[in-house]
């Protein structure tokens, strides 16, 4: 993750400013959210910042990348990494995705670690555990999705994980109802030292445009696709056409497939799944721009791209 010292000076349009609140008392930081595949860490970060900034599935592996997320408030500024869940590496997209977990762990104030307390104790929460214990940083437990667990059995996960290492607080939560996000951010200020502002108060991720309508297109396709579908599934954002006295975006999308049977799935009967993936991502995009957007989808068939380094360096790492 970027060091504080290594943060470019943040160039403000005549509509941004600093935090006016911003003083003596202010504080501000980096703070890293780590977790098992479909924990909750990108419904989390969505609500704390009320903004849509990271994808978010039933599916594992959705999140790809570090993303970060920034809150303001009138006590401080928070910068969140949401990061690709935690598992074991089997294409060179998996293990470039691990390697942006432990680059977000670099350079950081505070970690939030997250676990599903609706998912049995496997291997993936062990390797957690021992990340957690190797960096040995101030430490966050969020036991999340307690919306959908008796109270009688909150107790004893609470205290098994306390058993397991020092943290700095356990805090049960609800990311997908909102339960205890007021309390978490209380207690993420209470952790942070005092500093600087680094980002405008109306800024809430460092994200480019192109790359938010690229996310919400693919995440159209993992929700409207099978479930074997969305690891083999990319999509390679060709034109953003923006002008501020034109109307309308035009945005034109590639979505990328690994085989053809792959293709007809994204495209549908009469190319009515692709229709439908196009029209809700549109919305999505129209929200986040502010005006009416064109989309241009277009499903190619891309053999063994997880495993392509060349292709991978282009498409992702360009982000």
């Given at each position: 993750?970027?060091?504080?010292?290594?943060?470019?000076?943040?160039?403000?349009?005549?509509?941004?400013?600093?935090?006016?609140?911003?003083?003596p008392e202010?504080?501000?930081?980096?703070?890293?959210?780590?977790?098992?595949?479909?924990?909750?860490?990108?419904?989390?970060?969505?609500?704390?910042?009320?903004?849509?900034?990271?994808?978010?599935?039933?599916?594992?592996?959705?999140?790809?990348?570090?993303?970060?997320?920034?809150?303001?408030?009138?006590?401080?500024?928070?910068?969140?990494?949401?990061?690709?869940?935690?598992?074991?590496?089997?294409?060179?997209?998996?293990?470039?995705?691990?390697?942006?977990?432990?680059?977000?762990?670099?350079?950081?104030?505070?970690?939030?670690?997250?676990?599903?307390?609706?998912?049995?104790?496997?291997?993936?929460?062990?390797?957690?555990?021992?990340?957690?214990?190797?960096?040995?940083?101030?430490?966050?437990?969020?036991?999340?999705?307690?919306?959908?667990?008796?109270?009688?059995?909150?107790?004893?996960?609470?205290?098994?994980?306390?058993?397991?290492?020092?943290?700095?607080?356990?805090?049960?939560v609800s990311?997908?109802?909102?339960?205890?996000?007021?309390?978490?951010?209380?207690?993420?200020?209470?952790?942070?030292?005092?500093?600087?502002?680094?980002?405008?108060?109306?800024?809430?991720?460092?994200?480019?445009?192109?790359?938010?309508?690229?996310?919400?297109?693919?995440?159209?396709?993992?929700?409207?696709?099978?479930?074997?579908?969305?690891?083999?599934?990319?999509?390679?954002?060709?034109?953003?056409?923006?002008?501020?006295?034109?109307?309308?975006?035009?945005?034109?999308?590639?979505?990328?497939?690994?085989?053809?049977?792959?293709?007809?799935?994204?495209?549908?009967?009469?190319?009515?799944?692709?229709?439908?993936?196009?029209?809700?991502?549109?919305?999505?995009?129209?929200?986040?721009?502010?005006?009416?957007v064109y989309?241009?989808?277009?499903?190619?068939?891309?053999?063994?791209?997880?495993?392509?380094?060349?292709?991978?360096?282009?498409?992702?790492?360009?982000?």
């Amino acid at each position: 993750m970027t060091a504080k010292e290594d943060l470019p000076v943040q160039v403000l349009s005549s509509g941004d400013s600093l935090p006016k609140a911003e003083g003596p008392e202010f504080k501000s930081g980096f703070v890293t959210l780590i977790g098992r595949p479909n924990s909750g860490k990108s419904t989390l970060l969505n609500h704390l910042l009320g903004e849509k900034v990271s994808i978010v599935s039933d599916k594992p592996q959705t999140t790809r990348h570090k993303i970060l997320g920034i809150h303001t408030r009138a006590e401080g500024q928070i910068v969140f990494a949401d990061t690709p869940g935690i598992h074991k590496p089997g294409y060179e997209l998996n293990r470039r995705m691990m390697r942006a977990v432990y680059d977000a762990l670099e350079g950081i104030d505070l970690l939030l670690a997250m676990v599903d307390v609706t998912a049995a104790f496997g291997s993936g929460d062990r390797y957690l555990l021992e990340l957690i214990r190797q960096r040995n940083l101030p430490t966050l437990l969020l036991l999340n999705k307690i919306d959908l667990l008796a109270k009688a059995r909150l107790l004893p996960i609470m205290d098994f994980y306390a058993r397991q290492f020092r943290f700095a607080e356990i805090i049960p939560v609800s990311a997908l109802k909102g339960d205890n996000l007021d309390l978490l951010l209380e207690q993420i200020l209470k952790y942070l030292p005092r500093g600087p502002a680094y980002f405008p108060d109306s800024q809430f991720t460092d994200s480019p445009e192109r790359f938010l309508a690229a996310e919400m297109v693919r995440e159209k396709v993992v929700r409207h696709t099978e479930k074997e579908l969305p690891y083999s599934t990319i999509v390679v954002l060709n034109r953003f056409e923006e002008d501020e006295e034109a109307p309308m975006v035009r945005i034109y999308c590639d979505i990328c497939v690994e085989r053809e049977s792959q293709r007809k799935i994204v495209i549908g009967r009469q190319g009515q799944k692709l229709k439908t993936i196009g029209t809700a991502a549109r919305k999505d995009i129209e929200r986040l721009l502010g005006k009416p957007v064109y989309l241009d989808l277009f499903v190619k068939v891309r053999p063994k791209w997880r495993d392509d380094p060349r292709f991978l360096d282009n498409e992702l790492e360009a982000r």
